[in-house]
């Protein structure tokens, strides 16, 4: 599900896509000082980090649904893949959106109440980033987004000592105890995918444009959490 952002670098041909993809990630990702999930002050984040989380998740579907009808409209070997693999995606990622409103309730927090709360404009300009890229240049880009939402999962055994530490109930975890379990999954199988891809140079230079930005968006929706 999500994480960080700053630059890239040249990577030989020879090297697969998705394995490009993942060395400019690693090179534009900030050196971590700690792991989320042990932040001191997690307790007290955690409603407004589920609340952004959300706000991220809740687009995921109308992302891939808006992907899968451009690239549906492709004449391209390529297009017709990207319709069939982001049609796929849509059946494994809906109703998250629903899972995270069922854990802020644990929390206290109303579905109404969580609804009716503008989200920041941070959020807005990281999911309208890939709206621009994939209606006028190509669908292509989401991969990139979906890279860097699914690259970096949480481990099991650090969000059961989260719960410990923060005396939170289990319940609020759920959605991510969940993409604790999924997402290593749906890592390689996008690594797989992405390299199974006639891909041009282009393509592979907006995949890293899209996941470099998704960095530097994350970042920035989440810096709200430390003001």
Same mark, same amino acid.
């Given at each position: 599900?999500?994480?960080?952002?700053?630059?890239?670098?040249?990577?030989?041909?020879?090297?697969?896509?998705?394995?490009?993809?993942?060395?400019? &990630?690693?090179?534009?990702?900030?050196?971590?000082?700690?792991?989320?999930?042990?932040? *001191?002050? &997690?307790?007290?984040? %955690?409603?407004? %980090?589920?609340?952004?989380?959300?706000?991220?998740?809740?687009?995921?579907?109308?992302?891939?649904?808006?992907?899968?009808? #451009?690239?549906?409209?492709?004449?391209?070997?390529?297009?017709?893949?990207?319709?069939?693999?982001?049609?796929?995606?849509?059946?494994?990622?809906?109703?998250?959106?629903?899972?995270?409103?069922?854990?802020?309730?644990?929390?206290?927090?109303?579905?109404?109440?969580?609804?009716?709360?503008? *989200?920041?404009?941070? #959020?807005?300009?990281?999911?309208?980033?890939?709206?621009?890229?994939?209606?006028? #240049?190509?669908?292509?880009?989401?991969?990139?987004?979906?890279?860097?939402?699914?690259?970096?999962?949480?481990?099991?055994?650090?969000?059961?000592?989260?719960?410990?530490?923060?005396?939170?109930?289990?319940?609020?975890?759920?959605?991510?105890?969940?993409?604790?379990?999924?997402? *290593?999954?749906?890592?390689?199988?996008?690594?797989?995918?992405?390299? !199974?891809?006639?891909?041009?140079?282009?393509?592979?230079?907006? &995949?890293?444009? !899209?996941?470099?930005?998704?960095?530097?968006?994350?970042?920035?929706? %989440?810096?709200?959490?430390?003001?």
């Amino acid at each position: 599900m999500i994480m960080s952002g700053r630059a890239s670098s040249t990577v030989e041909p020879s090297v697969a896509a998705s394995a490009a993809l993942r060395q400019k &990630l690693a090179l534009a990702r900030d050196v971590p000082t700690e792991r989320f999930w042990t932040r *001191p002050d &997690l307790r007290d984040i %955690f409603p407004e %980090f589920l609340f952004l989380t959300h706000c991220i998740i809740r687009a995921s579907v109308p992302l891939m649904q808006a992907a899968a009808e #451009v690239s549906r409209a492709g004449n391209s070997e390529t297009s017709r893949r990207l319709a069939d693999y982001f049609g796929h995606h849509v059946t494994e990622e809906a109703s998250h959106d629903d899972w995270l409103l069922d854990d802020m309730l644990v929390l206290g927090l109303e579905r109404s109440q969580v609804l009716s709360r503008v *989200p920041p404009a941070s #959020v807005a300009e990281l999911v309208g980033a890939q709206y621009y890229w994939l209606h006028h #240049v190509h669908p292509v880009a989401l991969l990139g987004y979906i890279a860097v939402l699914e690259g970096d999962p949480p481990r099991e055994d650090e969000l059961e000592a989260a719960v410990r530490r923060t005396g939170l109930p289990h319940d609020a975890f759920r959605t991510f105890i969940s993409h604790a379990k999924l997402d *290593p999954h749906h890592k390689q199988e996008l690594d797989d995918f992405i390299d !199974s891809l006639s891909l041009s140079g282009q393509h592979q230079s907006l &995949l890293a444009v !899209s996941a470099i930005t998704t960095l530097d968006g994350l970042n920035k929706v %989440f810096s709200r959490l430390s003001e």
